[in-house]
């Protein structure tokens, strides 16, 4: 599993791309489960939402992403390239989020509170990093990717919230 979280840092570092991944269901299926674990877990710690609503926006938002992520391949003809393109999109969303859980657990530790900046650091590197793989996956200019990943990121937080009923 490490060579797979190596790979995934890799990705985040603009060095790699999803082609690099194994088109593999199950291992699309064990990242996805445990992003979401991992993403509920941190969620349910540092928000006041529920457990259920969380899952609830967790599970559309990644639902989402599959569903748009699986729309563009097809629409430039690389449908073939969806296992790797969302286990690398997960599987770098799940990166992102260890790196927000240890942020906070460091912050806790030490007192402080830089949340605001490190949720817009994340949040641009994330955006980034997604529009990279878009970039990779769909044979697009990097700046389309970049562009494609921010709607992404917009459409699917607010599908998120409309799923649990928020405005």
Request: glycine share 8%.
């Amino acid at each position: 599993m490490l060579p797979i979280f190596s790979l995934f840092w890799r990705i985040a570092q603009l060095k790699d791309g999803p082609e690099h991944l194994p088109a593999s269901s199950f291992l699309l299926l064990m990242i996805t489960s445990i992003n979401i674990a991992v993403s509920l877990i941190i969620s349910v710690s540092i928000g006041t939402q529920p457990a259920t609503t969380v899952a609830t926006t967790i599970l559309t938002n990644l639902a989402a992403q599959a569903l748009i992520v699986y729309g563009l391949l097809s629409l430039v003809g690389k449908g073939n390239r969806l296992t790797p393109t969302l286990t690398a999109y997960f599987g770098c969303d799940l990166l992102l989020n260890l790196v927000i859980g240890c942020c906070i657990t460091l912050m806790r530790l030490l007192g402080v509170d830089f949340m605001t900046t490190l949720a817009l650091i994340i949040f641009f590197w994330s955006i980034l990093v997604f529009g990279y793989i878009l970039h990779k996956a769909m044979e697009i200019h990097m700046a389309m990717g970049v562009a494609l990943a921010f709607l992404l990121t917009l459409v699917t937080v607010a599908l998120g919230q409309l799923a649990v009923g928020q405005t």
